[in-house]
Nanobody, 115 residues
Framework: QVQLVESGGGLVEPGGSLRLSCAAS????????MAWYRQAPGKQRELVAA???????NYADSVKGRFTISRDNAKNTVYLQMNSLKPEDTAVYYC?????????WGQGTQVTVSS
């Protein structure tokens, strides 16, 4: 049973930083692509960042240079370091992986950027 548990969200002022964590069980994260998505109110869920099993990363244009995805294979945990946060980064952030034909999602963590 694959389980993904996100943490680290919260309220932060514009220009601030947060680090999200995604603790995985039932899956070895270094083998699979792990991703962060986000969904803002009234908008579709969108890909934020992903890291492949080989370590390649890709980012949405809107977060390039500000966000960094990484993983700690020993802890089986994926991180999203978010710097220079903007109000438009406000959303629920979800951890995701695909195993076979099935998508797995965490419960999400709220990030609110506001003064």
């Amino acid at each position: 049973q694959v389980q993904l548990v996100e943490s680290g969200g919260g309220l932060v002022e514009p220009g601030g930083s947060l680090r999200l964590s995604c603790a995985a069980s039932g899956i070895i994260i270094r083998i699979y692509t792990m991703a962060w998505y986000r969904q803002a109110p009234g908008k579709q869920r969108e890909l934020v960042a992903a890291v492949s099993g080989g370590g390649s990363t890709n980012y949405a244009d809107s977060v390039k240079g500000r966000f960094t995805i990484s993983r700690d294979n020993a802890k089986n945990t994926v991180y999203l370091q978010m710097n220079s946060l903007k109000p438009e980064d406000t959303a629920v952030y979800y951890c995701n992986t695909v195993r076979g034909i099935k998508d797995y999602w965490g419960q999400g963590t709220q990030v609110t950027v506001s003064s």
